[in-house]
């Protein structure tokens, strides 16, 4: 069965901390993987993929995300956190069917 | 560039009430996917189509109906509505590729339906 999942609900940093968000897959063909950022009372947002070739895949915001097939992870980092990344993350999986989504973690930064 | 639309945003219902969500896409986008966002729940899939005229069942269908009559065009519909069913509801599409491939999901702002 296919499924994704995100390790911590919410997750807090302080302002220039590293940030690391947590999520394993599981699938039974070769995954796509997705990493979105949704703002409040706003749609999602792609901030990376991996689809194939190189496992680290870098997104928008300075966010990057490696692909570790023997650990079944799609791990989402940045290295210093800003203000303005506060907001709900949502890994997704596409197994060439649909997508599938993790259940989001809400990122809080402290200043 | 509007890329995904949908309308209404926001909806109250009562109990029993019927409505329909709209969706429209200007990216020629054979895919299109509605979803429902509960918390602590991510992101469930009510219907999707692969095409004009054709649609399928997703993860929670029950209560929902959907229409593809146009590509840019995609319809959820509620015959009668319950609060179990007040959530936010996306639509998404994407394009396929060849052979299966699709490209990452472009989303709607959301619609937020309150049933009374």
């Known amino acids: 069965a296919q499924s994704v999942t995100q390790l911590g609900s919410h997750v807090s940093v302080s302002e220039g901390a590293l940030v690391l968000l947590r999520c394993n897959y599981s699938s039974s063909v070769p995954p796509y993987l997705f990493w979105y950022v949704q703002y409040p009372n706003q749609g999602l947002q792609l901030l990376l993929k991996y689809t194939t070739g190189a496992t680290l895949v870098k997104g928008i915001n300075g966010f990057e995300a490696e692909f570790k097939k023997s650990e079944t992870s799609f791990h989402l980092t940045k290295p210093s956190a800003h203000m303005s990344d506060a907001a709900e993350y949502f890994c997704a999986l596409f197994t060439g069917n649909q997508f599938y989504f993790g259940t989001g973690t809400s990122l809080t930064v402290i200043p | 560039n509007a890329g995904v639309t949908q309308t209404p945003k926001f909806r109250v219902l009562k109990t029993g009430q019927s409505m329909t969500l709209l969706c429209a896409q200007d990216?020629?986008?054979?895919?299109m996917y509605w979803y429902r966002q509960d918390p602590g729940m991510g992101l469930r899939l009510i219907h999707y189509s692969v095409g004009e005229g054709t649609t399928a069942k997703g993860e929670v269908p029950d209560g929902y109906n959907v229409s593809r009559l146009k590509k840019q065009n995609f319809l959820l519909g509620l015959e009668s509505a319950a609060p179990s069913q007040t959530s936010v509801y996306f639509c998404?599409?994407?394009?396929?590729?060849?052979?299966?491939?699709?490209?990452?999901?472009?989303f709607g702002e959301g619609s937020r339906l309150t049933v009374l």
């Open positions: 998404a599409s994407s394009y396929r590729g060849r052979p299966f491939y699709t490209g990452e999901l472009f």
């Open positions: 990216m020629n986008h054979e895919y």
